[in-house]
């Protein structure tokens, strides 16, 4: 079903446009050629029937009533076309890795985290306006997330880098925390900060704040909002 899925798609973007949304909202056409150049790789194409795969037995097993048998083949009764757009998505993040769109994120010196207020020029008679930041590299921030005055810096960022969760580690040595079995685990702020303010383990700790790229297969020991338990 997998394969058939993905023909099927192929054929489809031959003749329909697959979009890419950029980082101000606006669509970008992604190129005919580009399609074919993931879709006719073998290791590409292979990791998108695995995709498929997946999804469809994630769905038998579910919802195991929507489907039929044909001899040793799985048969759906309804809309299994619905899975074939994971192809459209796998293009799209390939896309997004080969062509990165990069801003300015203000960063806490101390966690690495982006949840950061700065001192500011404002217009207070104009809505407080914003006029200007103090200077590039601020000295007299806060950080939410470490709780803590800090020096802020700007640093360029791909805009598809997010905040996946926080671990502990030492301050001097970034040794993670006793309590980190792995250190591919990923926490919730709320359990990174019971680690923190935990006195039964020596050492002097801080809260790290872990980025999509920081770690390659990463453990979440949470679910949801690594900001809101």
Same mark, same amino acid.
């Given at each position: 079903m997998s394969e058939q899925l993905f023909e099927m798609r192929g054929e489809d973007l031959q003749n329909s446009t697959l979009y890419h949304e950029d980082q101000h909202g606006d669509n970008q056409v992604i190129s005919q050629e580009y399609i074919d150049s993931v879709l006719l790789d073998p290791a590409h194409s292979a990791a998108i029937k695995e995709r498929l795969r997946v999804a469809v037995l994630a769905d038998v097993q579910a919802r195991p009533d929507e489907y039929d048998m044909n001899g040793s083949e799985y048969v759906y009764s309804g809309d299994i076309y619905d899975y074939a757009y994971l192809v459209d998505h796998y293009i799209q993040d390939e896309y997004v890795r080969d062509h990165p769109e990069f801003?300015?994120?203000f960063q806490c010196s101390n966690c690495g985290s982006d949840n950061v207020q700065v001192k500011a020029w404002v217009r207070p008679n104009e809505?407080? #306006?914003?006029? +200007?930041?103090?200077t590039d590299q601020v000295t007299d921030g806060?950080?939410?997330d470490c709780q803590q005055h800090v020096n802020t810096d700007t640093v360029?960022?791909?805009?598809?880098?997010?905040?996946?969760?926080?671990?502990?580690?030492?301050?001097?040595?970034?040794?993670?925390?006793? #309590?980190?079995? +792995?250190?591919?685990?990923v926490y919730n702020l709320l359990d990174a900060d019971a680690m923190l303010r935990d006195l039964t383990t020596d050492g002097d700790w801080k809260l790290k704040t872990i980025w999509t790229a920081d770690i390659m297969d990463p453990v979440k020991m949470f679910s949801g909002d690594p900001r809101n338990a």
């Open positions: 801003h300015t994120v809505g407080a #306006k914003l006029v +200007d930041y103090l806060f950080c939410d360029e960022m791909n805009v598809q880098e997010k905040v996946i969760g926080f671990q502990v580690c030492n301050a001097n040595t970034e040794q993670p925390h006793p #309590k980190m079995l +792995d250190n591919k685990m």
